[in-house]
């Protein structure tokens, strides 16, 4: 099989994640070089240094500045453009909404959906000028399902796939792709202790980052897929919750107290806003 792959450049956000660094080992190993942004510079040196291939870019930047979008894009026309954006960074916290103080929904949502909103918009001129151009917003399954305590990161999920949905619609002339990839949970620095406790009193199936990113690569190798929902049966209550949501409703209400338990305590360490890639 061809690999369609090889020879592309991709910029991928929240490299230094979980699921972010399995992706830019999965994508190189294809043979695509990588503009791997993130916040620490050490972690990017580091994720560079196991990469098969060359040409690879660590690029530090705070996305949330609009000096370190510029900054970024500039830098990405000097590499001389992209063929693939990959917005992967993404925050995520176990909480009730009345636990919630406003930095903490400010942050969620800024960086979950404001940042790759924006990033899509700033990039598009350099997409549209490559051929088969592609851009994949990583989502959850938490965006077509809505789940106690996790209030704020299903708003902001839930509003990234309509983005996604609404620029695949506005960009269908142009050639370029837009994909929605939603991750079920996964096993990465984004869960604290508690949502690990949590996935496991309740049973939850957690994949391996390395599942994520080959699943993400098959993706990309699909022309007409435009959603790709991971798991289980995660990806069939999607459908069930978009047809029947009071079924739904019927089936999560029963691991409220459950969630509650795990979701109440404040703003302890271990409850604090954790960054990583995106996915639930």
């Known amino acids: 099989m061809t690999n369609h792959l090889k020879g592309k450049t991709a910029l991928l956000t929240g490299a230094t994640g979980g699921i972010g660094g399995a992706v830019a080992e999965a994508l190189a190993a294809q043979g695509v070089r990588l503009l791997l942004t993130g916040r620490s510079g ?3 040196e580091a994720l560079k240094s196991r990469l098969p291939g060359s040409g690879h870019v660590p690029i530090v930047a ?13 830098r990405a ?7 693939l954006l990959i917005n992967n960074a993404g925050v995520s916290k176990l909480a009730l909404l009345q636990d919630m103080d406003d930095a903490s929904l400010e942050q969620m949502i800024a960086t979950n959906l404001t940042v790759p909103m924006l990033l899509c918009r700033d990039l598009l001129p350099l997409l549209s000028s490559r051929p088969g151009a592609t851009i994949v917003n990583i989502g959850s399954i938490l965006g077509s399902i809505g789940y106690a305590g996790s209030t704020a990161y299903c708003g902001s999920k839930f509003g990234l796939r309509g983005f996604t949905e609404a620029l695949r619609r506005e960009l269908a002339d142009t050639g370029i792709r837009v994909i929605y990839f939603a991750p079920r949970a996964t096993n990465t620095p984004i869960n604290c202790e508690r949502v690990t406790a949590l996935n496991h009193a309740l049973g939850t199936a957690v994949d ?3 599942l994520v990113a ?15 929902y ?3 049966p995660e990806s069939f209550f999607v459908r069930l919750n978009s047809l029947f949501p009071r079924l739904v409703d019927g089936a999560l209400g029963k ?9 109440s305590g404040g703003f302890g360490d271990d409850s604090s806003m954790k960054s990583s890639s995106g996915g639930h």
């Not at 691991?255 to 979701?263: H, K, Y």
């Open 214 to 228: 080959q699943s993400l690569v098959r993706t990309l190798g699909r022309r007409g897929q435009r959603n790709r």
């Open 77 to 83: 026309e000097a590499e001389g453009g992209i063929d």
């Open 255 to 263: 691991q409220l107290p459950t969630i509650r338990r795990f979701a």
């Open 230 to 232: 991971l798991g289980w």
């Open 208 to 210: 391996a980052p390395e």
């Open 42 to 44: 050490e972690k990017l």
């Open 62 to 74: 705070d996305l949330a500045s609009a000096d370190g979008r510029n900054s970024l894009r500039q």
